[in-house]
């Protein structure tokens, strides 16, 4: 794609040039071939591939790639859910905000989405809906156990064991 997309801008250019008279004739007409573009398709997991893969994590993270790997949810709108954005009772979660990597500042919560298209309801599936059930119960532990050590403050759904929200760098 990179050669084709060079050809058409440098074709552009010489016969440009060719126009304004500054250059005699375009040399890239004489070529007989254009570069072909090729594409390729990855190869996606199966669903079944997918649950065998997320059943055997069973650690701090596997609620974040459970929701991750059924929701399709970009890594700024996973990361950037909190429970507010979470309905397990009716089984969704919203996508209303992102985090967002900031080279001088550091990660920071994204008011504005990556598209129109990103704000949306998403059901979860019975995987996903157990695993922020799981996450939710296991937060609250800490979070009682830690007392005022606890550093979320703004009801991330993905925290570590801390409270502390996990980083996009």
Not at 69 to 95: H, I, M, P, Y
Not at 120 to 143: E, S, V
Request: net charge positive; with cysteine; glycine share 8%.
């Amino acid at each position: 794609r990179t050669v084709r997309l060079s050809h058409e801008v440098l074709s552009k250019a010489l016969r440009d040039g060719v126009k304004l008279g500054a250059v005699m004739r375009n040399p890239i007409d004489r070529l007989l071939e254009i570069p072909k573009t090729t594409t390729s398709t990855g190869k996606a997991f199966s669903k079944g591939q997918l649950e065998e893969i997320l059943f055997s994590i069973d650690d701090e993270w596997s609620p974040l790639f459970i929701v991750s790997a059924f929701t399709g949810l970009r890594r700024g709108e996973v990361l950037g859910l909190t429970w507010e954005c979470v309905d397990l009772n009716k089984g969704t979660v919203s996508v209303k905000k992102s985090r967002i990597h900031l080279k001088d500042v550091g990660d920071t919560w994204g008011e504005q989405l990556k598209t129109k298209a990103s704000s949306a309801t998403i059901p979860l599936n019975k995987m996903a809906l157990d695993a922020l059930k799981k996450q939710k119960l296991n937060q609250a532990k800490n979070r009682l156990m830690l007392g005022r050590a606890w550093k979320d403050t703004v009801g991330a759904v993905f925290t570590n064991e801390c409270g502390e929200i996990y980083q996009l760098a």
